[in-house]
């Protein structure tokens, strides 16, 4: 990562001198109404430095972090007090982002030299901090592996309070993109509990006026953590820096850490963060908008699924599979491709996997055979952390390096992931699920105490999956797993949720989709029923919101997953999320929680829906259509097209519910839609559409039939001119309806498409050909 390099250049090259005046590095205030682009919120983000290396981040006038001192373990002490602190300079260059200016400092911890540094760039909204043992340092580990090892930057957790109010935090933790453990409260010593170090995650604090500090690792993600030390005789702190189970750094490992600014709220700074660690990194959008997984309907049978480590009654998992792609061949379900959970491969010590391979007990033909016999119908396939006696270590007979544990082992060669995805293409791997990461990466030794293996371990496997043309994706995986993520683009999509269990809550995903869109994953639900009653089930439970499963699947822009028993699919509620041929009709980004539903929990005294509010859209030719989902929701809540996070919809907008289409209403700043009534059973979905054209008002509500009726997917393109015409795509055989609003009058168009796949629609002429 180019900063990286320009830091230890900088350091390396420092020369005497003293300093004695203020130093800082401010760029110029102005004023911050409004606030939108990321040159002014640069212009409003300031980081001071002092002679004696403290520092402060400012946002406008007023300060939001003040610096707490910084320490490093070397030879089995930990400098703090006793750091020495022997120089600092400032320095001018230019890199990728365009110019910068950077403060490096140098510091004598013992035998150890350290090297640190804040880099803030002309025109961005965000300063990186580094840190970098220069010379190495030996037996580094903390009294704690959720401690850190270096804390720079470091910084107090005070009462803090702006013109707006107090600061509150939303801090990710724990696995499924940090959600398990995620927490939202007010920014103090008492109200500031966090899970950090090896589950921690990205840390973003707010006053409910936009302004949104995100503060995270940017580099060796798998080997940096966060730590919130609130018995510290220093008072509460929250300092960054290597993970503490560490026992040696390496010379020149440097670690990087990021605070990005923005006024546009926890929504668009998420974003704008994810924007620039995805530029860093060239993480490519490719991958995901092609993953076939993402993108078609799928059978899945993992947790929650109908057919988990459940099988018909005297028969095989091998031939009930074939009996689900009958009942889906028999009623017109287009499964596009197949999920199969750990019920398939050998277990070993700790039940972890032996021998990814199908057991003959489950598949009595072969994996090759199913395969054949389902249609060929790609794989998406599960996988555990791998066993000590794992049939593949050179150490149990097998031909591959592997760092073997006493419970977990880790493989450290690359040949052995193509060697492991090209055997698996035979029987149509195209998904890799890796799960159980969080247990894999606690569970190893060699993890938690060397600084390049977790980040090599990932990257192997991503590379494997990228020479034989198939994706990732990542299940329970900590924060830290999902950044990592920004090296490889063939990490596609990422479980934002716990896991399904019939009739539970655990669709609620719209605030740790935040987290995986800004990374470039699509967040996965995971799997749903269609129907409440499924007979006898190994859960004895029913699912009695099922329109809401779906919409929160196909909403999430991630995999739609229906693990419905044989003879029990609601085949009509299902084929609301996609095309005649299982192509899913999505938004363009997973829908997120709204703002004011994260600063109603966080703080206090600011009003917000009192439940979920997600918002998402689809882009079509530039023209903006709003999608509001409301799962549940208590009372009522107001929102204006700025709080819904549809600031950049220039047009004329009007709004309906999708069970009230002709009730259809202005939706503007003067004129917010009261949401109210919506709860589990009967979720809300309004959209919010723009005016194509007015005398006569026309207003296009799309494909009615869909949850998204609006998709990419499906209208290619919009063209508005003296007629609306649109380009729009389908399956040979289909016909579907379109349907526009003239003057509040429905007019509906009915298109079918034949071997082309497209069709024309022009609106004055009413058809579409």
């Known amino acids: 990562m180019s900063p990286s390099g320009a830091g230890v250049a900088a350091m390396r090259t420092c020369v005497k001198f003293c300093l004695l005046v203020l130093l800082s590095v401010t760029t110029s205030l102005s004023d911050r109404h409004p606030k939108r682009s990321t040159e002014d919120d640069a212009n409003n983000f300031s980081v001071h430095v002092e002679k004696n290396g403290a520092y402060s981040l400012r946002v406008g006038n007023k300060t939001w972090l003040y610096s707490a001192p910084p320490f490093f373990n070397s030879d089995g002490v930990t400098y703090k007090e006793n750091l020495k602190l022997k120089s600092i300079q400032t320095a001018n260059g230019t890199d990728a982002f365009g110019k910068f200016e950077i403060f490096s400092f140098s510091y004598q911890a013992g035998v150890s030299e350290i090297g640190a540094s804040i880099k803030t760039y002309e025109g961005h909204p965000f300063v990186l901090f580094s840190q970098v043992y220069l010379n190495g340092a030996n037996n580094t580990r903390a009294a704690n592996v959720n401690y850190a090892i270096s804390g720079f930057p470091s910084f107090l957790v005070e009462d803090m309070e702006t013109d707006a109010g107090v600061v509150g935090y939303l801090a990710y933790g724990g696995m499924m993109c940090g959600d398990t453990e995620k927490k939202m409260g007010i920014f103090s010593p008492d109200g500031f509990k966090i899970t950090s170090g090896l589950a921690g995650g990205p840390v973003a604090l707010f006053d409910g006026s936009g302004d949104t500090l995100v503060i995270s690792p940017a580099n060796r993600f798998m080997a940096a953590s966060n730590w919130h030390s609130d018995n510290s005789e220093d008072g509460h702190l929250l300092q960054y820096g290597i993970m503490g189970g560490v026992t040696t750094v390496p010379a020149n490992t440097v670690m990087e ?87 398939w491969y050998y277990k070993g010590v700790g039940s972890g996997v032996k021998t990814w391979w199908a057991r003959p007990d489950v598949f009595p033909d072969g994996f090759q055979y199913l395969y054949n016999k389902i249609g060929h119908l790609p794989a998406t396939a599960h996988n555990r952390y791998w066993s000590s006696d794992t049939t593949y270590a050179k150490e149990n007979g097998g031909k591959y390096n592997f760092v073997v544990g006493p419970m977990v082992s880790v493989p450290d060669d690359q040949s052995f992931w193509d ?49 034989n043309n198939m994706s990732v994706q990542y299940c329970m995986a900590n924060s830290r797993h999902i950044m990592q993520a920004l090296e490889n683009s063939v990490v596609t999509q990422a479980r934002a949720s716990d896991d399904y269990s019939p009739g539970s809550a655990q669709w609620k995903i719209g605030i740790s989709s935040i987290f995986a869109y800004a990374m470039g994953i699509a ?135 999708q069970h009230t289409v002709t009730e259809m209403s202005a939706f503007a700043e003067e004129s917010p839609l009261l949401i109210s009534g919506c709860n589990t059973s009967r979720p809300c979905i309004y959209h919010a559409t723009p005016v194509l054209k007015q005398n006569p008002t026309v207003v296009l509500l799309g494909e009615l039939s869909k949850l998204v009726p609006v998709s990419p997917q499906r209208i290619i393109s919009i063209d508005v001119g003296d007629d609306i015409t649109m380009k729009l795509q389908g399956v040979p055989d289909e016909s579907i309806d379109i349907t526009f609003s003239v003057d509040s009058r429905l007019q509906t168009i009915g298109c079918a498409f034949g071997s082309s796949r497209m069709a024309t629609l022009q609106l004055n002429a009413r058809k579409c050909a």
Not at 291 to 306: Q, V
Not at 309 to 321: D, G, L, P, R, S
Not at 568 to 587: D, F, Q, S, Y
């Open 257 to 343: 850490f990021i605070v990005y600014y923005s006024s546009g709220g926890i929504n668009r700074a998420f974003e704008g963060w994810g924007s620039y660690l995805r530029q860093a990194y060239q993480r490519t959008d490719y991958y995901v908008r092609n993953d076939f997984t993402n993108n078609y309907l799928g059978y899945w049978t993992d947790n929650g699924a109908y057919y988990y480590y459940n099988t018909e009654q005297n028969k095989t998992y091998q031939q009930t599979m074939l009996d689900v792609k009958a009942y889906a061949d028999q009623v017109n379900i287009p499964y596009r491709y197949w999920q199969y959970d750990s019920w």
């Open 419 to 467: 060697d492991l995805f090209r055997n698996s293409s035979s029987w149509g791997l195209y998904t890799y699920e890796q799960d159980w990461l969080n247990k894999e990466f606690s569970g190893s030794e060699a993890l938690l105490s060397d600084v390049d293996l977790g980040a090599r371990w990932l990257n192997q496997m991503a590379d494997g999956a990228r020479k």
């Open 523 to 657: 967040p996965f639900k995971d799997d749903f029923w269609s129907t409440t009653v499924q007979p006898n089930n190994p859960y004895h439970d029913t699912e009695p919101h099922t329109e809401l499963q779906l919409a929160a699947s196909v909403l999430s822009t991630g995999p739609v997953a229906p693990s419905d028993m044989i003879g029990h699919t609601n085949v009509t509620l299902l084929m609301r999320c996609c095309n005649a041929e299982g192509l899913i009709l999505k938004p363009s980004k997973p829908a997120t929680a709204i703002d004011d539903q994260i600063y109603m929990k966080a703080l206090s005294d600011r009003p917000g829906p009192d439940g979920e509010v997600w918002s998402t859209y689809s882009n079509v030719s530039g023209l903006m259509f709003g999608i509001i989902f409301v799962p549940e929701i208590t009372g009522q809540h107001s929102i204006t097209p700025h709080k819904a996070g549809f600031s950049q919809m220039t047009k004329t907008l009007m709004v309906y519910e």
